[in-house]
């Protein structure tokens, strides 16, 4: 049975020559019908991205990708805000740490053996372990309440201490 006169104007416009038979055509296409899915089975990604390019060419494609755009920089502001209230009202300000008492009067002594002769030139401590030592003891019997030696820089550093409190 041969083309007729509309076929033959078809395959003309796709490209294909009148000479090919009508029973030809039929196994050409009863072949690249059990072809087509085998090649789009072994090559998945090309295929999913030629029918998603394909789909997105129609006007339906074209209104999804606005939505789509218009869904995402919704979702970017929204975001950004969310940030922004999250760092301004759950992360509080560090509070400065306070100095305990003993620290206070360790801190005070050790500039008054700085300041003194006692273990060195002013302004320099020699045998900073022994100064160290005589300040804390120092600081250690103010809390305490011990009495103050009557001399030397233990009885110094003690009256110093008292006053800091």
């Not at 072994?42 to 006007?59: C, K």
């Not at 999804?64 to 869904?71: D, G, K, P, Q």
């Not at 050790?110 to 302004?123: P, R």
């Amino acid at each position: 049975m041969a083309f007729s006169k509309l076929e033959k104007a078809l395959l003309a416009y796709v490209g294909i020559s009148s000479s090919i038979t009508r029973n030809a055509a039929k196994r050409a296409l009863f072949g690249l019908g059990r072809a087509a899915p085998g090649v789009a089975a072994a090559n998945p990604i090309p295929t999913g991205l030629a029918l998603g390019y394909g789909a997105l060419q129609t006007e339906p494609g074209q209104d999804l990708l606005a939505a789509a755009a218009e869904r995402g920089r919704m979702d970017r502001i929204r975001f950004e805000n969310a940030l922004a209230q999250l760092t301004q009202v759950t992360i509080p300000k560090a509070k400065k740490r306070t100095k305990s008492r003993f620290n206070k009067l360790v801190s005070g002594g050790m500039k008054q053996i700085k300041a003194s002769t006692s273990y060195g030139k002013k302004g320099t401590i020699n045998n900073s372990k022994k100064a160290f030592t005589a300040v804390t003891k120092a600081a250690s019997a103010v809390i305490s309440g011990k009495k103050a030696p009557k001399a030397g820089v233990r009885a110094r550093l003690m009256r110093y201490m008292r006053k800091i409190r």
